[in-house]
């Protein structure tokens, strides 16, 4: 099983600043690592696939980088609904699919 | 615009059987192209991914839960099911449904289930 590592787990942030996230995987998942964004209450929503690729809707502030085993999820320039969970998740073998364990960014 | 909605039993006996169905508009379960998946997050944690199933029949599962978990899938309903045999209080998290591609891009607004006596 492929072990997702997200770091740090709480982010703290100011409103305009940039954040930036890191996930590791404990084996190479090429760029098939897709990133979540979860506000309390709903269900997560897709970001980023292919570990770069803005899903549809996606503001562009949000970007994603990284191959094998380190990726970012980079956002250039915090506003107040982006203050949520961020999980990672490797699509590269499966069973099982496997999720980091989440950053949660919050307002500092 | 797809749509996935999770339904069953919110509270859930210990030792007893967890069920809960996804019903999908908007698009068609019989797709040669995605698998229907079922994720769940304990109150507090992260996300889990408990098996997957494609309209033909054929499902994975999380080994950790492979004895416990059946998914089955009715193309006639456009719904497909989850069962979980033994639960615990550790069964207790918001349980959701999922369209996968490759990732997962559409989700039901998900459903908590509390086991509890």
């Known amino acids: 099983e492929i072990v997702m590592t997200q770091s740090p787990v709480t982010l703290s942030v100011s409103l305009g600043e940039r954040a930036t996230l890191s996930c590791r995987a404990s084996q190479s998942v090429s760029t098939n690592l897709a990133w979540y964004q979860q506000k309390p209450g709903q269900a997560p929503r897709l970001l980023i696939y292919?570990?770069?690729t803005r899903a549809t809707g996606i503001p562009a502030r949000f970007s994603g980088s990284g191959s094998g085993t380190e990726f970012t999820l980079t956002i250039s320039s915090l506003q107040s609904e982006d203050f949520a969970v961020y999980y990672c998740?490797?699509?590269?073998?499966?069973?099982?699919?496997?999720f980091g364990q989440g950053t949660k960014v919050e307002i500092k | 615009q797809l749509q996935l909605q999770e339904s069953g039993p919110g509270l859930v006996k210990p030792s007893e059987t967890l069920s809960l169905n996804c019903t999908v508009s908007?698009?068609?379960?019989?797709?040669?192209?995605?698998?229907w998946g079922w994720i769940r997050q304990p109150p507090g944690k992260g996300l889990e991914w408990i098996g997957s199933i494609h309209y033909s029949g054929t499902t994975y599962y999380k080994p950790s839960l492979k004895s416990r978990v059946t998914l089955s899938v009715d193309p006639s309903k456009n719904q497909f099911s989850l069962k979980l045999t033994s639960v615990t209080a550790a069964d207790t998290a918001v349980y959701y449904c999922?369209?996968?591609?490759?990732?997962?891009?559409?989700w039901g607004q998900g459903t908590l289930v509390t086991v509890s006596s």
């Open positions: 292919s570990a770069s």
């Open positions: 908007g698009g068609s379960i019989s797709s040669r192209s995605y698998y």
């Open positions: 999922a369209r996968q591609g490759d990732v997962w891009g559409y």
């Open positions: 998740q490797q699509y590269n073998n499966w069973p099982p699919r496997t």
